[in-house]
């Protein structure tokens, strides 16, 4: 069993930056394809940024490249996400995850449509950006 616990969410005001992080209760050995996971009011969950823990490759959704960057540490039992540039379309509960999935599904795996091949899930932190 595998628990997150994300934190960093806050309010800033749109152009800024927030990092999030997410601790993992125990190490995540290679093969586990990590995310960061985001629903906003009203909408379904969406994807945002993977990195697969075998080759440290990333993906980012394409409303979010170029401004939010996935990163873990070395012992690799923290994720983060670091998000500059910030638009009050990013409002949002942001949600830290883990799945024992492929790095081709981790690489592949749709953006939005509700199916993203995780495992393990965290409560999620809010973020708010205002205009």
């Known amino acids: 069993q595998v628990q997150l616990v994300e934190s960093g969410g806050g309010s800033v005001q749109a152009g800024g930056s927030l990092r999030l992080s997410c601790a993992v209760s125990?190490?995540?050995?290679?093969?586990?394809?990590m995310g960061w996971f985001r629903q906003a009011p009203g909408k379904e969950r969406e994807g945002v940024a993977r990195i697969y823990t075998g080759t440290g490759s990333t993906y980012y959704a394409d409303s979010v490249k170029g401004r939010f960057t996935i990163s873990q540490d070395n012992n690799k039992k923290t994720l983060y996400l670091q998000m500059d540039s910030l638009k009050p379309e990013d409002t949002a509960t942001y949600y830290c995850?883990?799945?024992?999935?492929?790095?081709?599904?981790?690489?592949?795996?749709?953006?939005?449509?509700?199916?993203?091949?995780?495992?393990?899930w965290g409560k999620g932190t809010l973020v708010t950006i205002s205009s």
């Open positions: 995850a883990a799945g024992s999935i492929s790095a081709y599904d981790c690489y592949s795996i749709a953006w939005a449509g509700g199916y993203y091949g995780m495992d393990y």
């Open positions: 125990r190490y995540i050995y290679t093969g586990y394809c």
